[in-house]
């Protein structure tokens, strides 16, 4: 993918504008670079970053390898977080994630071949009352079967094709 460097560079700069402590505006760069590029940021646009805020990029690989919500690598219009912890696990989380890496085709940290999903394990969500637990993109469901889980997944790909 060709990065608009001077565009990547413009971003920073309005984030910078904002005047927020240097940590702020190196994850606010890199959530709005993310969004931007459809859910994952370029090498060469983390570069820039770095460049723009006067950082080494060693400081913008340790906060992309760090937070899970950001990758390096292209994913789907959908991605899907697994809860792994034990609460999930014990409530039928096995059996979700054998549902979801059949129904997809994929295992985790791997990405349809129609762009739509990606698949990535987390550790909790949070909502362990209602586990097992997923989260696709920004939205929960809980309470899960392997049927539920598949009515989900038929609903996403319903809703259209990949970007």
Do not use: W
Not at 43 to 58: F, G, Q, T
Not at 64 to 77: C, D, H
Not at 101 to 111: N, P, V, Y
């Amino acid at each position: 993918m060709v990065v608009d460097r001077e565009a990547v560079a413009e971003l920073v700069r309005n984030i910078k504008k904002q005047a927020l402590e240097e940590r702020d505006m190196l994850i606010n760069a890199l959530h709005q670079i993310q969004d931007r590029f459809g859910n994952y940021i370029p090498v060469e646009a983390a570069k820039v970053v770095a460049e723009e805020l006067n950082v080494p990029e060693s400081k913008v690989y340790e906060v992309l390898t760090f937070y899970t919500m950001f990758s390096t690598k292209p994913r789907g219009k959908y991605i899907i977080r697994v809860c792994v912890n034990l609460p999930c696990h014990v409530t039928g989380g096995r059996q979700i994630v054998e549902t979801l890496k059949e129904t997809l085709g994929i295992d985790f940290d791997q990405t349809t071949k129609d762009g739509l999903f990606t698949l990535e394990r987390t550790s909790c969500l949070g909502l362990c009352g209602v586990a097992p637990v997923i989260m696709v993109n920004d939205e929960y469901y809980g309470d899960l079967t392997p049927k539920k889980v598949k009515e989900i997944i038929e609903n996403l790909r319903a809703r259209g094709d990949a970007r």
